[in-house]
């Protein structure tokens, strides 16, 4: 029989054990193979597919000799037998020929004899291959993987309940630990598992256990364990050594008793987990967006609605997804303001803004928006744990600000809801990127191209960032963000806004009357540039304020040491409007000075 392994390295057998090099040698060739291999067992694939996928660039009549020829090449390489047609336009392999491990692997898994599966699975599916040219075969091989290194994770999960029934608690261990290694983000399991193995009397190696998973969430997710993960956790480390009391339906049994439960079956990778940690809500979002999306925890929650991490399993990555929520779905200003945010956010293709990938609805009509998902957290996470920045960084944070702010203004709107919370942090590409456009307002050139929500006079924002038109109730622009970025410079510099108000009327009264105080006074090292940008950011009236793309520009450029003055190359206009009123009146009079000296050297 002939062996085809196509779990870790491809390796393919003669009926005499001979490695046949002849198919291997051909990627292409080799391709096609695999894929009539990985099918169901006596299955046959339609000519048209087979064409369209290996030969996507050629017309359809040469496409099909190209077939044709690499199914002759096959039969000669395999011998007459392993291949086999179904009238013209059908082709397969026959099982009884051609022995695959994928095949293998899959009857072990579904009759519950999870170590062999495992022992099957060595890699994952034709690791190391790629075939350039042909998209669709990628996409389905990535789509494969993904679905045995779930299967297989599910094994090793099932073999390590086995084991901890059988009472062998270190090869459960070292089972358990293989399930993390192949899907290191299933919370659920990796909770159920070691509450498990506390229960069965190892506290030490279920904290172990917890450690491990902490580590590979944090990698692979930038996200600390969910709360039920964490409270599980201390119930196992309180003192006393008792038991430690169950969770639900996965807290394990008590000292006295050993488990008694039967060996669990493998979950389908189309099914949710067990037990998502997140309630009901998540586990029906996983039943009804499954297999294209696994969700994997809430990572933000608010009355409008959640937001989810979760893979995108068709392109194997993660995004977010936000979720409306049901409250919010019946009313339509929410669910209007929803769907503006996808359609201002898709608008921009900037990499210092949130890239939205789809848009759609779910059975009960609830919108979801699927976006980019950036690790590392909001910028407000990061003033919490380190504090102000470094002027250099926090000069580069609010340019790339900017810069997603210009690209928003001349795609027409505005986002109206700057502040840290809304920048998130970028901890691999170290950037700010803008999100949350859900307050968006549309500017009045651009009416019609987005819904509109908002009445005039409606105040929407942090009180914290409010423009003084906000306050007096007039109509928000996008000046209104260089304003609010202009209070963030103050807040990612400093730890402070750039007035010492606190309650909500002085606020709003600083916000409309009151001085910002200078820079110098709150931190040491600012230079003078910097500061009157964000002053002339926090100017009263809207026209007096530098535009966004003006400051992307002006932060990003960093001035020479020891200089204050306006960075070259940008308008005259944006530098007239950096400047203080005594500047403009001082220059005002040298200019007049020089025109006098000018006219008076003509006359002479």
Known sequence: MIEFRMLGSLDLRGPGGDEVLSVLSQPKRTALLAYLAAGEPGAFHQRDRLVGLFWPELDQDRARAALRKSLHFLRQSLGEGALRNRGDESVGLDPDRVRV????????????????????????????????????????????????????????????????????????????????????????????????????????????????????????????????????????????????????????????????????????????????????????????????????????????????????????????????????????????????????????????????????????????????????????????AEGPLPVAEARRILGEVASALAAAHQNGFFHRDVRPGNVLWDVAAKRAVLSDFGLAGILPEKEGRLPRVTLAGQILGSSDYLSPEQVQGREATEATDVYALGVMGYEILTGEGPFAAVTEQEKARAHLKATPRPLATLREGIDGDLARLLKRCLAKEPGKRPSAAYLANAFLEAPPAGAGGTKQGVGWRDMWQTRSPLEKGLLVFLALLLLTAGIWTLVS
Not at 278 to 300: S, W
Request: hydrophobic letters at 40%; aromatic letters at 8%.
């Open 101 to 384: 491990d994928v095949h293998v692997f899959r009857g072990h898994w579904a009759a519950g004899e999870f170590e062999k599966a495992l022992a099957l699975y060595r890699g994952s599916l034709l690791e190391g291959f790629f075939l350039s040219g042909c998209p669709d075969f990628e996409d389905w091989v990535e789509g494969e993987r993904r679905r045995l290194r779930e299967r297989a994770a599910g094994a090793a999960w099932s073999l390590a309940h086995q084991l901890l029934t059988a009472g062998l608690l270190n090869d459960a261990e070292r089972a358990a630990s293989r399930a993390l290694t192949l899907v290191p983000t299933d919370e659920s399991e990796a909770r159920r598992f070691f509450l498990a193995l506390a229960g069965a009397g190892d506290r030490a190696a279920a904290v172990h256990f917890f450690e491990r998973f902490a580590e590979g969430i944090r990698k692979e997710l930038e996200l600390e364990p969910s709360p039920e993960t964490l409270a599980a956790l201390e119930l196992i480390r309180r003192p006393g050594g008792g038991p430690a009391p169950s969770i639900g339906e996965e807290g394990p049994p008590s000292d006295s008793e050993q488990p008694t439960d039967p060996p669990i079956s493998p979950r389908p990778v189309s099914e949710p987990p067990s037990d998502p940690g997140d309630g009901a809500g998540l586990t029906a979002l996983t039943r009804e967006l499954a297999p294209d999306l696994i969700f994997l925890r809430m990572i933000g929650e608010g009355v409008a609605g959640e937001v989810y991490v979760a893979r995108e399993a068709p392109l194997d990555r993660l995004v977010a997804v936000k979720v409306l929520s049901r409250e919010s779905a019946e009313d339509p200003v929410a669910r209007t303001r929803f769907e503006r945010e996808a359609k201002a956010a898709a608008a921009l293709n900037h990499p210092n803004a949130t890239a939205v990938h789809r848009f759609g609805f779910l059975a009960d009509g609830v919108p979801y928006l699927v976006m980019q998902y950036v690790k590392g957290g909001t910028l407000a996470d990061r003033l919490v």
